[in-house]
């Protein structure tokens, strides 16, 4: 039985091949094109008007310098959200709750900030190594923890997004199993539980745009340390 709960995060696959390419390519479909001339369609205007909201917040803090990864960091933003609520709908597969494909969203972008720091600021790249004023006994164990620090953040970042979604969707499949289980036996107890099913729904909804968010505002940090 318990088994069967984390079926919903095998890759699902047809013929033998994974379909998880299928998954992650699909929702780039379901954003409208914008049009050449100027705004004219609700959907649009308001699809315009989040990404320059959240691309001015992301990029607030940021030196001119990092202004380039707007394009970037907005559309993996828009993705991210996108996988995320699509996964909350039934019978469908959410790939970022494959630790693998997030890793592979955070290596590579982690390892670019520290890049351009390392070839832009070398100096202060590595100084963020040692703080300033460390006691000269302390400077050989802060240098090793603020370093095993430096290379744990793409993997943080990979758990945090997996973590909080495959936590999400078992306990919407273990309350909706009991719903199911406690509707013939005890129905008001069914009619409860079902309540709260439905409020953690909603959370769900939340935690799979806020998780997105934080992904992207951590790699923007990221990057602000190194521009």
């Known amino acids: 039985m318990m088994t069967s709960f984390f079926d919903q995060f095998a890759s699902p696959s047809f013929l033998g091949i994974p379909l998880i390419a299928v998954a992650i390519a699909l929702p780039w479909v379901l954003f409208p094109t914008p049009p050449s001339r100027w705004v004219n369609n609700r959907l649009i205007t308001i699809q315009t008007w989040f990404i320059n909201r959240f691309t001015n917040q992301l990029m607030m803090p940021v030196n ?132 709260v099913l439905f409020l953690l729904t909603l959370l769900e909804v939340a935690v799979a745009m806020i998780q997105a968010y934080v992904f992207v505002l951590l790699l923007s940090l990221y990057l602000q340390e190194n521009v």
Do not use: C, D
């Open 64 to 195: 001119v310098g990092g202004h380039k990864w707007a394009l970037l960091l907005a559309s993996l933003m828009v993705f991210l959200i996108t996988i995320n609520m699509l996964g909350l709908l039934p019978y469908t597969f959410t790939p970022t709750t494959q630790l693998s494909l997030n890793m592979g969203f955070a290596v590579p972008l982690w390892l670019a900030t520290v890049i351009i720091g390392m070839r832009n600021q070398p100096t202060v790249a590595l100084g963020h190594l040692l703080p300033e004023g460390t006691p000269i006994p302390l400077i050989p164990v802060l240098i090793i923890i603020e370093t095993i620090s430096l290379f744990i953040r793409p993997l943080a970042l990979g758990v945090r997004l997996t973590a909080n979604l495959t936590a999400g969707h078992l306990l919407i499949q273990l309350i909706a199993t009991a719903v199911f289980v406690l509707l013939p036996m005890m129905p008001t107890v069914a009619i409860l539980t079902a309540t």
